[in-house]
């Protein structure tokens, strides 16, 4: 009798054992699996992150281009508004040396008119 409990005993430990390892091995299974998905997503991150900075990086460099096009456009203005300037400038001088002419002479020539 004490043979067919420690024989059942020992068998029954062996199908622990064996339910044991099939148990570890799922989980070791189902880890790698994780651990897989894992560095798939971690990669997806880091491609993304990735793009994400060449994507502030080209924001910069428009940023740049639009501040740099607003200077010149600023530069342009200024310029338009002296050459403005100046054409009245000489618009007005030139009205008042015919004025003056015409106001002296009567006549650009600078004869009076008699």
């Known amino acids: 009798m004490k043979f067919v409990i420690i024989f059942g ?3 029954l430990l062996a199908a622990l054992e064996i339910f044991c390892r099939r148990k570890a091995h799922q989980q070791s299974t189902l880890l790698q699996k994780r651990q897989r998905d894992l560095q798939l997503e971690l990669h997806d991150a880091q491609t993304e992150i990735r793009m994400l ?3 502030k990086n080209d ?4 940023q740049n281009d639009v501040d740099w096009l ?4 600023e530069t342009e203005d ?7 300037r100046r054409e009245q400038e000489a618009e007005r001088l030139f009205t008042e040396g015919v004025s003056n002419i015409l106001g002296y002479g009567g006549s650009i020539s ?5």
């Open 78 to 84: 200024q310029k338009n508004e002296e050459e403005r």
């Open 70 to 73: 607003k200077t010149q456009r």
């Open 110 to 114: 600078g004869k009076r008119d008699e």
């Open 53 to 55: 900075k060449m994507l």
């Open 9 to 11: 005993a020992v068998l």
């Open 59 to 62: 924001i910069e460099n428009i």
